[in-house]
């Protein structure tokens, strides 16, 4: 399938919108203004959070392409809630950042439901991957 319904194509353009102003709001400000103190993961995350809100505005243009900014949106946070949240949570040792983060990640739940999965499939499962050796 190659064509997308132009709703769909606004659904996925709302995706990155959401997560673009999101995280431009919420990461960019502790990028401009931080202090040298501050720990060297927090710095690397804040950078990625920060590339990743660009690059989803860079989506609202291009929905089709970015597609797999969103799929390594919705798998990243899958795999800290499987792997790290799910256990803390069982041992009933869900802290307050814990949580905070689990809040952070409630419109996740709307990715799903929004993603062009028979887009997808086509293109990044089905669709033969570029050659490795020149033709």
Request: with cysteine.
């Amino acid at each position: 399938m190659s064509e997308i319904a132009t709703y769909r194509l606004y659904m996925v353009r709302a995706l990155y919108l959401l997560m673009g102003v999101g995280l431009c709001a919420t990461i960019w400000p502790g990028i401009l203004d931080h202090s040298l103190d501050l720990p060297l993961m927090n710095g690397v995350v804040r950078s990625l959070l920060g590339a990743i809100g660009l690059l989803a505005l860079v989506g609202l243009r291009y929905p089709l392409q970015m597609l797999p900014l969103l799929l390594f949106e919705m798998l990243w946070k899958v795999i800290w809630l499987l792997a790290f949240a799910l256990p803390l949570w069982r041992a009933g040792r869900i802290d307050a950042a814990t949580q905070e983060t689990l809040n952070d990640f409630v419109p996740l739940v709307i990715f799903p439901f929004l993603m062009p999965w028979d887009y997808v499939w086509a293109n990044y499962i089905k669709k033969p991957g570029d050659r490795w050796r020149r033709a």
